[in-house]
């Protein structure tokens, strides 16, 4: 037992790490490594389907995809498979891993972070638990504006959007098209509305593979993407018992809309922020299933699993992953969609 009345729950959590964790119950040898991420069958609820429970080894985090629904760090971890609660499960890792217990320990004098992070070990009422305050949302008090204009002559029928596989159909439905001049020259400019299907702004992609340091994608000054989801205004007027997919690009979200899966909507990029997660939550309920599918590449490892833990705490979650590194959903073909919604 540490000196103190105290644990400091956040001390433990730092030091340790899952891989030690998986290894003090003889678990290493039935995981799977790649890369950043460890997957095997979930030690939790004794499942056996290998991909079922992944680790970011990284973010220090596990999250089982199957019958726990549940994430979480490692102490989260100890107090499942042990059944007891979180600061049995601190004092049990201090034991494991002969941590230092002093170090482990915290002062009565804490502030208000501190305090969310500890709990008295002596027999005394329990303290009132303290919500995890949300990232905060700056940006909810500015929300991006409407644009007062439309980019109305643009060429439908520019090659790069046949090579990326977009039927004339799907082209016209998003509104993309080649801009030769103006705010968005010599760009394919992808219109980005809000949920209420206001346009809020233009994205342009360069029709080719860029030279040197001009980017893929360009956004204008002052937008922020981080409070839209692409998609989001047909998206989520599907029915709420259908599958949300979310993906990272534009083009990826076009293409699986073209293959008939209208509920999806796209992050713009590979991570989640605070006002898309909370568009996620308004239009979602405990019955729903999200499936996150981002590109098989480092980044999108790493997003996927930051996604699922915190969209699980919420919703079904469901990770899709391509056997081949750098697939992206736009690579998918209808059979293998048909497949992942059978």
């Not at 890792?93 to 500890?118: G, P, V």
């Not at 705010?183 to 233009?202: D, F, K, S």
């Not at 981080?226 to 993906?247: G, Q, T």
């Not at 999806?264 to 309920?285: C, D, K, Y």
């Given at each position: ?28 040898d ?5 890369g ?32 726990c ?35 482990m ?27 995890r ?69 233009y994205?342009?992609?360069?029709p ?51 293959l ?19 568009l ?46 750098g ?16």
């Amino acid at each position: 037992m540490p000196k103190s009345k105290f644990v400091d729950f956040k001390a433990v959590k730092a030091a340790i790490t899952m891989e030690q964790v998986l290894q003090h119950y003889g678990l290493m040898d039935q995981f799977k490594r790649s890369g950043d991420s460890l997957s095997g069958p979930c030690p939790i609820h004794k499942g056996s389907n290998p991909t079922q429970f992944r680790v970011s080894i990284s973010k220090n985090i596990w999250n089982c995809f199957s019958e726990c629904k549940h994430g979480g760090n490692t102490l989260d971890f100890i107090t499942r498979m042990e059944n007891v609660s979180v600061h049995a499960a601190a004092l049990k890792a201090i034991e494991w891993f002969d941590l230092d217990r002093d170090a482990m320990s915290a002062s009565s004098e804490t502030d208000e972070e501190h305090s969310s992070q500890t709990v008295k070990s002596a027999p005394t009422a329990p303290p009132k638990p303290v919500a995890r305050k949300p990232e905060p949302i700056p940006e909810k008090s500015t929300p991006n504006k409407p644009l007062k204009f439309r980019l109305d002559k643009l060429e439908r029928e520019h090659p790069y959007l046949t090579e990326r596989g977009l039927t004339l159909e799907t082209i016209v439905d998003f509104g993309v098209g080649y801009c030769a001049k103006g705010m968005m020259a010599e760009r394919i400019a992808i219109p980005i509305l809000n949920p209420e299907g206001q346009v809020v702004a233009y994205a342009g992609r360069v029709p080719s593979e860029p030279e040197g340091d001009t980017p893929k994608y360009k956004l204008p000054q002052g937008f922020r993407k981080s409070l839209e989801l692409f998609n989001a205004d047909r998206a989520f007027k599907e029915p709420r018992d259908m599958p949300l997919v979310i993906v990272e690009g534009f083009f990826d979200c076009m293409k699986l809309h073209q293959l008939g899966c209208r509920k999806v909507v796209a992050l713009m990029g590979s991570t989640l922020s605070a006002a898309q997660e909370e568009l996620v939550r308004q239009h979602t309920n405990r019955h729903s299933q999200v499936i996150v599918m981002l590109d098989e590449d480092e980044a999108g490892r790493a997003g996927r699993e930051d996604i699922a833990v915190r969209l699980a705490k919420f919703v079904y979650v469901k990770v899709h992953t391509f056997e081949q590194e750098g697939r992206q959903p736009e690579n998918l073909s209808a059979e293998e969609m048909a497949a992942l919604f059978a």
